[in-house]
């Protein structure tokens, strides 16, 4: 396994034990998707679900964000969109910030599009959308 995809894996499962410990996940339904890539991918990490629908959540340990985050936010439309979900969030690892405890990864970045927020804030419901 590359560096790369090993740094990718450490970042997706602190991720997961995070929402894990934070959501009492006692099930363990959050969870890493193992097969990454390809036209029909569905997020990295599944489980999470906001109003009963679910919710995409890609997850990027880059050494910098700068320039990737158009890409990212399109990679998780798409994603989102395979995987019939309405919520989706790009989470990335932020330099400097531990993935070893709840309260460091509390920090981590996470990043979505406006009307994401509209349809978690009015529970699934929009106003205008017909547009």
């Given at each position: 396994?590359?560096?790369?995809?090993?740094?990718?894996?450490?970042?997706?499962?602190?991720?997961?034990?995070?929402?894990?410990?934070?959501?009492?996940?006692?099930?363990?339904?959050i969870?890493?998707?193992v097969?990454h890539?390809?036209?029909?991918?569905?997020?990295?990490?599944?489980?999470?679900?906001?109003?009963?629908?679910?919710?995409v959540?890609?997850?990027?340990n880059?050494?910098t964000?700068?320039?990737?985050?158009?890409?990212?936010?399109?990679?998780?439309?798409?994603?989102?969109?395979?995987?019939?979900?309405?919520?989706?969030?790009?989470v990335?690892?932020?330099?400097g910030?531990?993935?070893?405890?709840?309260?460091?990864?509390?920090?981590?970045p996470?990043?979505?599009?406006?009307?994401?927020?509209?349809?978690?804030?009015?529970?699934?419901?929009?106003?205008?959308?017909?547009?």
């Open positions: 396994m590359s560096r790369a995809k090993q740094r990718g894996t450490l970042f997706e499962s602190a991720i997961v034990k995070y929402l894990r410990a934070r959501l009492g996940d006692t099930e363990q339904t969870h890493r998707e097969l890539g390809g036209g029909n991918d569905q997020g990295d990490i599944t489980g999470v679900r906001i109003h009963g629908q679910p919710v959540i890609e997850a990027k880059y050494s964000y700068s320039g990737h985050l158009k890409e990212w936010m399109q990679e998780g439309r798409t994603e989102a969109g395979n995987a019939d979900a309405p919520y989706w969030f790009v990335f690892h932020q330099k910030v531990g993935l070893d405890s709840l309260k460091s990864m509390d920090n981590q996470v990043v979505t599009d406006l009307k994401t927020l509209a349809l978690i804030a009015g529970h699934g419901v929009i106003e205008g959308d017909e547009e």
